[in-house]
């Protein structure tokens, strides 16, 4: 069957809902800002769903006090979304989170896992 087109034509912000994309084959996809946020890329958030690759850290130990610096709803309000060259977008959340780079290809395979 091959791989998708990952190239998008139009992405559009729902309000702080998600995104709907539509690519360049003709598919068209809606993913919601629960989802984006769940499999944001970036370091900090692959450690904390289990993915140790990236967690040696360069500093000390970390506190074993859980500090909760935001709530759920601030942590899934998609704020903001801009282009990274030609290939990813980064997004701001409600609570600040703004350190992940979804590339359009992870943006094509989130899309078409929760069609």
């Known amino acids: 069957m091959g791989t998708p087109n990952t190239t998008p ?3 559009k912000r729902n ?13 068209q996809t809606r993913i919601s800002s629960e989802t984006l946020r ?9 450690e904390k769903r ?8 360069l500093t000390g ?3 074993s006090l859980t500090i909760v610096e935001s ?20 997004m701001r ?9 979804y590339p359009f290809s992870l943006l094509r395979e989130i899309g078409s896992a929760n069609a």
Do not use: F, M
Not at 38 to 46: F, L, W
């Open 15 to 27: 309000g702080t809902a998600g995104l709907s994309i539509n690519w360049l084959d003709g598919a």
């Open 71 to 90: 709530s759920l709803e601030q942590e899934l309000q998609l704020q903001e979304i801009w282009g990274v060259g030609q290939y990813a977008l980064g």
């Open 61 to 63: 130990k970390k506190l």
């Open 9 to 11: 034509t139009e992405i």
């Open 38 to 46: 769940r499999e944001c890329p970036c370091a900090g958030c692959k």
């Open 93 to 101: 959340w409600g609570d600040g989170h703004e350190s992940g780079i």
């Open 50 to 57: 289990g993915d140790t690759s990236h967690s040696k850290p």
